[in-house]
């Protein structure tokens, strides 16, 4: 998938630079892809959009979002952060899951000869 059109804005926006910012989406695309299943849905770039904006605002040192005053004692930084953590873990778990049986169907099918 190409980098969308505001990855300069919220590279600006964050205050990091632009050629991070292209990493980091790279990074919430993949992320986005292993949760989603699929790239051309809707879900998965609502995910990679959503992952791309806290990786940024994780690596930077402002917020997209700006902040009010009632936003102050909101902690829903902490949830969408305990949300990326906990399917990271299921990631793994998946991932771990798919090596596993791959390695059980090549040891119970038997070893394939070279002709």
Known sequence: MKAPKILPWVANK???SEELALKLWRRAAGEAEVIAGCCNSSDYYRLAVERFIDFAEAEGNRS???ETVGSRTCISWL???QNRISKLNLIT???LVRLWQANLSDLLGGQKHAA
């Open 79 to 81: 949830w969408r952060y």
């Open 93 to 95: 778990a998946h991932n």
């Open 14 to 16: 964050t205050g990091i």
């Open 64 to 66: 997209v979002v700006r």
